[in-house]
């Protein structure tokens, strides 16, 4: 959830033409050329009817009708594809001030077959194209000396092959009432996956006895399955920035990550093929907390306002927004994040 203001508002506030292409968290936003990335959620409803209802009609309109051949649905890398000449065409016809754009091939070629199989590979590679394809845009259309480009990762993954499915645990403890169809019908504590790590709720937060009977429980579970790395208590999880309505969250362990399902086995063995066939069953996911070993992401800039050959050894997500928002000429303000200097001419 968006807490404070956004790169993009202060951007468009300052008179700035902002565009973005399938960036999360932008639906019904006022950016002036906007593809959101929300996902239908409806069967009747498609991509593109849900998008454009919350993004830019015309824009939508004209990106579909010029590389609509492109998609096939969400699959990569045709989406990528897709999103990238609807970007190169961005850059070319409506110059914005400022552009984001979300790939999603890496993601998906990873959940699918690995961390480091020959497919994530291979998407790394369109990726390492469509940046050359940028460069030159920005060159040929004499914009590149003025432009700073950004390559960033809001997340890295971890390969799994053990899914954790507490809610059925719960369900045989009494905590979780479903009926004959399976439907839950109440609950008295209940798991909520964010993949690698899972919210425990439950539904009265100031029973204690409840959140230690609950805490036992699954302490228990792990004492015998070793698939939980740590239980942060509400406080703990709070002092994160995570949900302060949780009772509990959990960390999973590497090799596993969790899933609400209510049926089959508590542990389950992924089964090899069996990731991308399974909507939710992956070989490798995120979620996890930010501190887990060798689970970094990456942040690259060059070009206008950007220092050449610095490397920065360590800086956080929320340190993004700040840095971006200086290289506009601009302040986020009340943020958690500094601005990295070091990387600032
Ligand atoms: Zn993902």
């Known amino acids: 959830m968006l807490g404070g203001e956004t790169l993009y508002d202060i951007a468009i506030d300052s008179g700035m033409k902002v565009a973005a292409l399938l960036w999360p968290v932008t639906a019904k936003s006022s950016i002036q050329y906007n593809m959101p990335e929300i996902f239908a959620n409806r069967p009747w409803q498609n991509q593109i009817m849900v998008s454009l209802f ?19 649905g969400i699959k990569q890398p045709n989406l990528d594809n897709f999103t990238h000449e609807s970007l190169l065409y961005t850059i070319k016809e409506k110059k914005p001030d400022l552009i984001l754009v979300h790939y999603t091939d890496l993601d998906t070629m990873r959940h699918h077959h690995g961390f480091h199989s020959k497919e994530a590979i291979e998407a790394l590679k369109r990726h390492d194209i469509r940046l050359g394809d940028i460069i030159e845009t920005l060159k040929k259309n ?25 809610n059925i645990l719960l369900k045989e403890n009494g905590y979780i009432k479903v009926d004959a169809l399976g439907n839950i019908i109440d609950y008295r ?30 302490d228990n579970f792990n004492k ?14 709070r002092g994160l920035g995570a949900d302060p309505q949780c009772a509990m969250m959990l960390e999973a362990n590497r090799g596993y990550y969790f899933l609400d399902h209510l049926e089959g086995e508590i542990i389950k063995n992924i089964e090899p093929n069996e990731a991308g066939k399974v909507p939710d069953i992956t070989n490798a996911t995120h979620g996890y907390s930010p501190f887990k070993e060798e689970y970094t992401t990456v942040f690259m800039a060059t070009g206008c306002g950007i220092k050449k050959g610095i490397a920065i050894k360590k800086m956080n997500l929320v340190d993004e927004g700040p840095t971006m928002a200086k290289l506009l000429g601009l ?12 990387i600032l001419e």
């Open 224 to 237: 015998e399955h070793k698939c939980i790395e740590t239980v942060l208590t509400s406080d703990e999880a």
């Open 142 to 166: 004499n914009i590149y000396d003025d432009s700073t480009v950004i390559v960033l990762g809001d997340h890295s993954s971890i390969d799994e092959d053990k899914i954790i499915n507490l």
């Open 189 to 218: 504590a209940i798991v909520k996956t964010c993949d690698g790590s899972a919210y425990v709720y439950v539904k009265d937060m100031h029973n204690k006895k409840l959140v230690y009977e609950i805490r036992d429980l699954i």
């Open 54 to 72: 919350n993004g830019s009609p015309l824009f939508q309109i004209s990106l579909n009708n010029r590389f609509g051949a492109l998609r096939d």
């Open 331 to 342: 302040e986020l303000k009340d943020v958690d994040g500094r601005v990295i200097e070091e």
